[in-house]
């Protein structure tokens, strides 16, 4: 007899499990990121377009073929027809891709989380040097958070080029994020403002790509929490809900990013003012108080017309003071979290609580959202009698997480931030979109929307309106279409791929070309899941044509 499908304690643990998995660190430092790059406020006219015709119909769609197959991506997309297993494949690749590199994050987080308890925090000052005479010159060039994320954190190398052995101390942090991974999942279910910019067809695409990934579309998460369902389960409304509510989030997250980018443009902008200003005192033997924020331009132009050749000395010394340019400044991704976050908590009153606050509120997100991409590869491989006929699901779940850390060890290296960067940036975008693109075509046109349709009245009781079987047939898949050809000509046109590495001597990041074996990896990572799909299609097919040449009759 088959075995019995477990299923969730209630249908609140399922809703809590995907919002948990959609809402995570690209909530917090990707969209108040694009906020900012396109236009503030505005990009919500976008974003939220595309959160009803892209992100709403693709989530039920995905949760709806979760909850009809009862199994996870592989045997999901086999059901609906054989040629469709590289889809679910893909997915797993592609979800793997996602787990050895995003809990890395948490790794990061678990370092600041134990790093936060000291007094001062130790990324609030400057390090002194070795002879005791002044600060790090590498840390007075950057600053004391830089300092403390790219040398004491990372102990970044100033090349991809230039590997680095691994560093112990995040290593250990990896490995304590992946044994907090594995008592999570070891019993599965059972325990788990310029308007202008909306003429910009970057904005859209952006808006449209932030809801993709933020939803986790495509990685086979929700298609596996879904499988666990009663059939019966009202999908359509769990879609809704995680929707409006992952994007409820990411609202919050911008506003709260947004008063922390101000309070830090405003202090940097006078720590700035101030610098100039004893600058000016020291040099011009001027009386203390007698240069101000409010007269420092004025007495700027009267020192470079009375004393020019002193002035000239010195005019390469000041530094232009500008709070629109600080307000200006757009980051994203670690240098968000681990930086302008913590350089807004060191000047805040009572910094060591709102770090632990901060540091553990990153960790619980990044554990939802690892959670899930575990989830994605754990449910197809314990769906496989062949697998787990052999090991018990315990020991599934801990060979895929003692892998997936030894393979995360290379981001621990000297070298380690700019393969995480290579990553986060090409493991899963073009993946994604080709992955969602062919699941919509084939439930839409192989499997059969209007087939699809009665089965779901018949497992719900409710029947499928318009709104989700337009955007189904016709609106997602065209959206997806455009978004594929943006980004294929966006990579045509870029050239050669660059990235950012941090240089020491200067105390910034600079620009430099991949190297060749770099972008040979860059193009495996594309390709070792995209390529599943055709691939699998293709050996299908030879099987089955070897099949009827065996069977067919002899003349």
Same mark, same amino acid.
């Given at each position: 007899?088959?075995?019995?499908?477990?299923?969730?304690?209630?249908?609140?643990?399922?809703?809590?499990?995907?919002?948990?998995?959609?809402?995570?660190?690209?909530?917090?430092?990707?969209? *108040?990121?694009?906020?900012?790059?396109?236009?503030?406020?505005?990009?919500?006219?976008?974003?939220?377009?595309?959160?009803?015709?892209?992100?709403?119909?693709?989530?039920?769609?995905?949760?709806?073929? +979760?909850?009809?197959?009862?199994?996870?991506?592989?045997?999901?997309?086999?059901?609906?027809?054989?040629?469709?297993?590289?889809? +679910?494949?893909?997915?797993?690749?592609?979800?793997?891709?996602?787990?050895?590199?995003? @809990?890395?994050?948490?790794?990061?987080?678990?370092?600041?989380?134990?790093?936060?308890?000291?007094? *001062?925090?130790?990324?609030?000052?400057?390090?002194?040097?070795?002879?005791?005479?002044?600060?790090?010159?590498?840390?007075?060039?950057?600053?004391?958070?830089?300092?403390?994320?790219?040398?004491?954190?990372? @102990?970044?190398?100033?090349?991809?080029?230039?590997?680095?052995?691994?560093?112990?101390?995040?290593?250990?942090?990896?490995?304590?994020?992946?044994?907090?991974?594995?008592?999570?999942?070891?019993?599965?279910?059972?325990?788990? +403002?310029?308007?202008?910019?909306?003429?910009?067809?970057?904005?859209?695409?952006?808006?449209?790509?932030?809801?993709?990934?933020? &939803?986790?579309?495509?990685?086979?998460?929700?298609?596996?929490?879904?499988?666990?369902?009663?059939?019966?389960? @009202?999908?359509?409304?769990?879609?809704?809900?995680?929707?409006?509510?992952?994007?409820?989030?990411?609202?919050?997250?911008?506003i709260v990013t947004f008063s922390i980018y101000g309070f830090k443009a405003t202090f940097n902008y006078e720590s700035c003012l101030n610098k100039v200003?004893?600058?000016?005192?020291?040099?011009?033997?001027?009386?203390?108080?007698?240069?101000?924020?409010?007269?420092?331009?004025?007495?700027?132009?009267?020192?470079? /017309?009375?004393?020019?050749?002193?002035?000239?000395?010195?005019?390469?010394?000041?530094?232009?003071?500008?709070?629109?340019?600080?307000?200006?400044?757009?980051?994203?991704?670690?240098?968000?979290?681990?930086?302008?976050?913590?350089?807004?908590?060191?000047?805040?009153?009572?910094?060591?609580?709102?770090?632990?606050?901060?540091?553990?509120?990153?960790?619980?997100?990044?554990?939802?959202?690892?959670?899930? @991409?575990?989830?994605?590869?754990?449910? *197809?491989?314990?769906? /496989?009698? &062949?697998?787990?006929?052999?090991? *018990?699901?315990?020991?599934?779940?801990?060979?895929?997480?003692?892998?997936?850390?030894?393979?995360?060890?290379?981001?621990?290296?000297?070298?380690?931030?700019?393969?995480?960067?290579?990553?986060?940036?090409?493991?899963?975008?073009?993946?994604?979109?080709?992955?969602?693109?062919?699941?919509?075509?084939?439930?839409? =046109?192989?499997?059969?929307?209007?087939?699809?349709?009665?089965?779901?009245?018949?497992?719900? +009781?409710?029947?499928?309106?318009? =709104?989700?079987?337009?955007?189904?047939?016709?609106?997602? #898949?065209?959206?997806?279409?455009?978004?594929?050809?943006? =980004?294929?000509?966006? =990579?045509?046109?870029?050239?050669?791929?660059?990235?950012?590495?941090?240089?020491?001597?200067?105390?910034? &990041?600079?620009?430099?070309?991949?190297?060749?074996?770099? &972008?040979?990896?860059?193009?495996?990572?594309?390709?070792? /899941?995209?390529?599943?799909?055709?691939?699998?299609?293709?050996?299908?097919?030879?099987?089955?044509?070897?099949?009827?040449?065996?069977?067919? #009759?002899?003349?």
């Amino acid at each position: 007899m088959e075995k019995v499908r477990p299923q969730w304690g209630h249908q609140r643990q399922f809703v809590l499990a995907c919002i948990s998995y959609a809402v995570g660190l690209g909530n917090v430092w990707r969209f *108040p990121y694009l906020c900012q790059l396109y236009g503030g406020g505005s990009f919500l006219v976008p974003y939220l377009i595309m959160l009803f015709v892209e992100g709403m119909p693709l989530l039920y769609m995905e949760l709806a073929v +979760g909850q009809r197959m009862r199994q996870g991506s592989i045997g999901a997309w086999r059901t609906i027809s054989p040629y469709l297993s590289g889809v +679910g494949i893909a997915s797993v690749v592609v979800s793997f891709f996602g787990t050895i590199y995003y @809990n890395v994050i948490n790794a990061w987080s678990f370092w600041y989380l134990f790093h936060s308890f000291q007094d *001062p925090l130790p990324w609030s000052v400057c390090p002194l040097n070795g002879n005791h005479t002044g600060y790090e010159e590498e840390c007075e060039k950057a600053s004391s958070t830089q300092y403390f994320w790219y040398r004491k954190t990372l @102990n970044i190398s100033p090349s991809i080029q230039e590997t680095g052995g691994v560093q112990w101390e995040p290593a250990l942090c990896l490995i304590l994020a992946w044994l907090m991974v594995y008592l999570c999942i070891l019993r599965g279910t059972e325990s788990t +403002g310029k308007v202008e910019q909306l003429a910009n067809p970057k904005t859209w695409v952006n808006a449209a790509t932030q809801i993709f990934f933020s &939803l986790g579309l495509g990685f086979g998460s929700l298609i596996a929490f879904a499988s666990y369902n009663e059939p019966s389960s @009202n999908c359509q409304k769990h879609a809704i809900t995680v929707s409006l509510i992952n994007s409820s989030t990411s609202i919050f997250a911008s506003i709260v990013t947004f008063s922390i980018y101000g309070f830090k443009a405003t202090f940097n902008y006078e720590s700035c003012l101030n610098k100039v200003i004893l600058l000016l005192t020291n040099s011009f033997d001027l009386e203390d108080g007698s240069v101000t924020a409010s007269n420092l331009e004025q007495v700027k132009d009267y020192l470079a /017309s009375t004393d020019p050749s002193r002035y000239s000395e010195v005019f390469p010394l000041i530094k232009n003071c500008s709070l629109e340019s600080e307000l200006d400044t757009a980051v994203q991704g670690t240098g968000l979290a681990f930086i302008v976050y913590t350089e807004a908590i060191k000047n805040m009153e009572v910094s060591q609580l709102w770090s632990v606050l901060y540091f553990f509120m990153l960790l619980v997100l990044g554990i939802g959202s690892m959670l899930g @991409n575990t989830a994605a590869i754990l449910t *197809p491989l314990t769906d /496989s009698k &062949l697998i787990t006929g052999h090991l *018990p699901k315990e020991a599934i779940s801990g060979l895929l997480c003692l892998i997936s850390c030894a393979v995360g060890l290379v981001f621990t290296m000297e070298a380690g931030n700019y393969w995480f960067d290579i990553f986060n940036e090409y493991a899963a975008t073009l993946s994604l979109l080709l992955i969602v693109l062919v699941e919509t075509i084939a439930l839409c =046109y192989v499997y059969g929307l209007r087939r699809f349709e009665n089965e779901l009245q018949a497992m719900t +009781g409710r029947a499928l309106n318009w =709104y989700w079987k337009a955007m189904w047939a016709c609106v997602s #898949p065209l959206l997806i279409i455009g978004l594929l050809l943006f =980004y294929l000509s966006d =990579y045509i046109l870029t050239g050669t791929l660059q990235y950012q590495a941090w240089d020491a001597t200067q105390g910034q &990041l600079v620009t430099k070309d991949y190297p060749a074996y770099a &972008l040979a990896v860059i193009g495996l990572l594309v390709a070792s /899941s995209t390529m599943c799909i055709p691939l699998v299609a293709l050996g299908t097919f030879i099987m089955h044509r070897c099949k009827r040449g065996d069977t067919a #009759p002899v003349a």
